[in-house]
Each structure stands twice: as C-alpha cells, then as structure tokens.
C-alpha cells in the first residue's frame, strides 16, 4: 500500500472515531525496539501517553502532521466516542494456544437466532486470517454490555478502547484494510441488532457499571460514595484507623509494574482495599488523598479510569487485612521460632486495643481531638458506661501506649 493511499483510509477513519498515532512496524519488527512477547503486541501501542484524549483528534490538519513526523507509525481509533467494536478475531492454535474462529461464531449466533447482522463498516485485520473489525454506533446503556455470551472469540471494544485502522501495517506485514463495499464512504455505520445486544447484556446483580458514573473528575468520589461498595465485594471488617492503613501503603510501590501503570495502579488499589478490611467510604478517601494520583505520566485524572480501576480492585481483592496475633498457629508456621518473635513484637506494639477503657478513650479521641486528657475523662465518666471510672492517668497511659492510634 502506498503512502497516498495509507494516508487516505486513515483519514477516511476519522469517521469511526479520533485517531491517534501507534508505533509502526519496520522490517518485521516494532518501531519501539522491544521484541514481541506476551505483554507486547508489535504495532498495537501508543507513541505517547494521552493517546484516549489529549493526543486524539478527528483533524486532518493534524493527523497529517502526524503522517509527516511517523512516516512508518501505525494509527488507531478510539472507541465509545463515535462507535463500538466487535472484533471477529481469527487464528491458528499453537501450543498453550487454542484456535480461534470468531466468524464461525457470529455465524452460529446468527444461525441460532435466524437474523443476519446488518451491513455496516468492516476492517479486515492485516493479520492475513480473515480477522475482521465490524463498526457499530453507541448502543444505550453501553456500560451494561459485555462480549456476546457463548463466545471465545468476539471482544467487545467499547469505552476508550483503540482498534488499528486501515493504513496500518500488521505484524505479519499485511496491512489493515476496509472490506470491499463496507467502507465509511460507501456504507452508514449500522446500530447493533437488537438479538444480539440481548447476548451482550451483562448480569445487573453481579456487576456495575462504571459508564453511569460521572465524566466529571470532581465529583467521581460523591457519586462512588453514593451509590455505595460494588456488588461481589467483600463486607467490611474491622476499621482501622487512617494512619494505620497508610504506615502499612508506605511499603508497598506505587510503580510495581514500571512498564505497565495500570497495572500498577490496580495492584496499589487492590492492596489499599485490604488494608482498608474493605470499608468503602475509607478506601476511596485515602485513594484520592494519595499520591499516586500526582505521579508523572499517571493515567489517573480521567473518572472513568479511576472509576474502573477502584471498583475492579476492590471486588477483585477477597482478602481481609488480619493482625499476626489471629493468624496461624505457631507449630503449624514455617520457622516456628521467627513466628514467635515476629508476634511478641506485634503484641508489644499494640495493634488491636483490648480494654473498653481504652477503646472508649481512642474512640472519643478520633471524634474530638480538641479534647484534653482531663476532657475526655469527664466525658466518658459522665456517661456512665464503663465499669470503672476513668482518670487522667488513666488516659496519658493510654495515650503513651497507644502513641501509634492517637
């Protein structure tokens, strides 16, 4: 394909959603350098960060620029602006690999149904199989839809995805091209099929969507206040203090996966929600207090990511944060010498406050901190609770052992 052409259907793309510039392939091998594996798909990433708003435009002006300044770059458009994707993938099995035919399932879908999907614009894939991209306007409700049920090899590319258009060079070192007479410029993108949005349905009890969430950065923790933990996920345990749950986040990396900050992000979140014992109103209180929504080149900022990334992280998370003083027992450790070490010195510290004396007194604390020693024996005196009356003593000792929760 020559370079008038490329220009010209990634232009034509335009139509399908912004475009953004993807790094290329040269001579069989990504323009990044970096050799394909698992984690990297050669001609299938963004040049730059910013790619699902600051770096993606429907100008020509610009994407021309583009084209100048990355002759060999590959270009993708963004979806769940303009359009959504199913993307029929196609490819032989290999080992740890099964086959996959996802035109023989739309056609068995079709089949089972009796209807046909509509013409509508289709990009062959330039892996050679006979992939296909099919191009559908926005459904309704597109945040409650999820791949057709039944199918292994139909993806559902929707809210802020990125699909390769024709002008692109695949792997294999076929380009990306519009199926004859399915073109932007010969056909209207067509609304998906009513029988096949009802496959596509997900289960409401289940799961949430986050496209009912806001757009709008600002008020993304009301509304995810609001509308309370997502379904799936674990009730909460015992509350923890805030500086608690934050001196155990200090150990743990906001970059875990230096390639990969989303994955960085859903690690960092995942682990807040169990040293948080799953109390919602608290896990997003310290997310969005923290700092890892100011790192450089952070992917946070937009509601819709960090929407996704604090729902998924916290259903994801099954685990509940537990004192070393109520885990296993010692013989059945490991090194049951270190074991007994490790929790003389948790006991020491004093994590879990037994006395009602001294829960009442951190309790009042936290509720008003103005309060003096001598203040909160008196209040906690005057209510007459407790089964012995409480001095100040009492509460400076408390305050001293306790140093860690005040």
């Known amino acids: 394909m020559i370079s008038g052409e490329r220009l010209k259907n990634i232009l034509l793309s335009t139509k399908l959603g912004p475009i953004t510039p993807f ?8 323009e990044c350098g970096k050799p394909p594996n698992d984690k ?3 001609g299938k990433h963004p040049r730059a960060g910013g790619w699902q708003h600051k770096n993606a435009t429907t100008d020509h002006a610009t994407i021309r620029q583009w084209f100048g300044q990355y002759p060999d770059a590959n270009f993708a458009a963004i979806t769940g602006i303009d359009t959504v994707v199913l993307d029929l993938d196609v490819r032989p099995g290999g ?14 879908l079709e089949n089972t149904a009796a209807q046909q999907i509509p013409p509508t614009v289709t990009v062959f894939s330039g892996s050679g199989t006979g992939a296909k991209h099919l191009y559908f306007a926005i459904p309704q409700n597109v945040g409650q839809l999820q791949k057709p049920k039944g199918t292994t090899a139909i993806d559902f590319q929707r809210s802020r995805q990125a699909v390769i258009v024709p002008g692109s060079r695949h792997a294999s070192g076929h380009f990306y091209t519009f199926a004859p007479g399915l073109s932007p410029d010969e056909v209207e993108v067509a609304d998906l099929p009513d029988w096949i949005l009802a496959l596509m349905q997900k289960n409401a009890a289940a799961t949430r969507t986050t496209t009912t969430i806001t757009d709008d950065i600002g008020k993304l923790f009301d509304e995810l206040l609001k509308i309370g933990p997502p379904p799936g996920s674990l009730p909460p345990g015992r509350l923890r203090p805030d500086e ?3 001196r155990k986040m200090k150990t743990v990396p906001m970059r875990k996966y230096p390639d990969n900050r989303s994955h960085s992000d859903s690690h960092w979140a995942w682990t ?3 040293n948080c014992c799953h109390h919602w109103e608290q896990y997003l209180r310290l997310w969005k207090d923290s700092a890892i929504r100011t790192l450089p080149g952070t992917k946070c900022g937009r509601a819709s990511y960090e929407a996704d990334i604090l729902e998924k992280a916290f259903v994801a998370q099954r685990q509940q944060w537990k004192s070393k003083l109520t885990q296993r027992p010692i013989d059945e450790t490991a090194n049951p010498a270190i074991a007994k070490y490790i929790r003389k010195r948790a006991a020491t510290h004093r994590e879990v406050p037994r006395s009602p004396i001294t829960q009442a007194v951190l309790a009042l604390h936290h509720r008003k901190p103005d309060l003096d ?3 909160i024996a008196r209040v906690l005196n005057a209510k007459g609770t407790l089964d012995r009356e409480v001095t100040r003593n009492n509460v400076k000792r408390i305050r001293h052992s306790y140093e860690h929760l005040w």
């Open 95 to 108: 080992p740890g690999k099964p086959a996959k035919d996802g035109i023989a399932e739309l056609a068995h």
């Open 23 to 30: 790094f290329g392939i040269v001579n069989g091998n990504c």
């Open 40 to 42: 990297h798909k050669p």
């Open 272 to 274: 807040l929600a169990r």
């Open 244 to 246: 608690i749950v934050m």
């Open 373 to 375: 020693d001598n203040g």
